[in-house]
């Protein structure tokens, strides 16, 4: 599966964003997906994870309540949606796709990556 993030941007503290991840191959709807977040000279962390289905969704601490994930098997896209944004989410976000469950962490877990899209949250 192939994968395509969009929707960063710059945004001021308390905004908000939607990021996409556009999948192509017809086995998208199989896959658990996930967001991950990287900064310069940080590993990369999990975000957010959503099951197959979507009914299972699990999600960093420090995002709690402020991000959400969500899917549309339809049409082949995960998205990310970014309320009440902190500087201290400033990353390129990427989506992935793996075959464990949503609470899998582990970028080991996801063995399909997309390339990042920017998010900047300013002060």
């Known amino acids: 599966v192939q994968l395509q993030a969009s929707g960063g941007g710059l945004v001021q503290a308390g905004g908000s964003l939607r990021l996409s991840c556009a999948a192509s191959?017809?086995?998208?709807?199989?896959?658990?997906m996930g967001w991950f977040r990287q900064t310069p000279g940080k590993e990369r962390e999990f975000v957010a994870g959503?099951?197959?289905?979507?009914?299972?969704?699990y999600y960093e601490d420090s995002v709690k309540g402020r991000f959400t994930i969500s899917r549309d098997n339809a049409r082949n896209t995960v998205y990310l949606q970014l309320n009440s944004l902190k500087p201290e989410d400033t990353a390129v976000y990427y989506c992935?796709?793996?075959?464990?469950?949503?609470?899998?962490?582990?970028?080991?877990?996801?063995?399909?990556w997309g390339r990042g899209t920017l998010v900047t949250v300013s002060s």
């Open positions: 191959g017809r086995t998208f709807s199989s896959y658990t």
């Open positions: 959503i099951d197959w289905n979507g009914r299972s969704t």
């Open positions: 992935a796709a793996g075959r464990y469950p949503s609470n899998n962490a582990q970028t080991s877990g996801y063995g399909y």
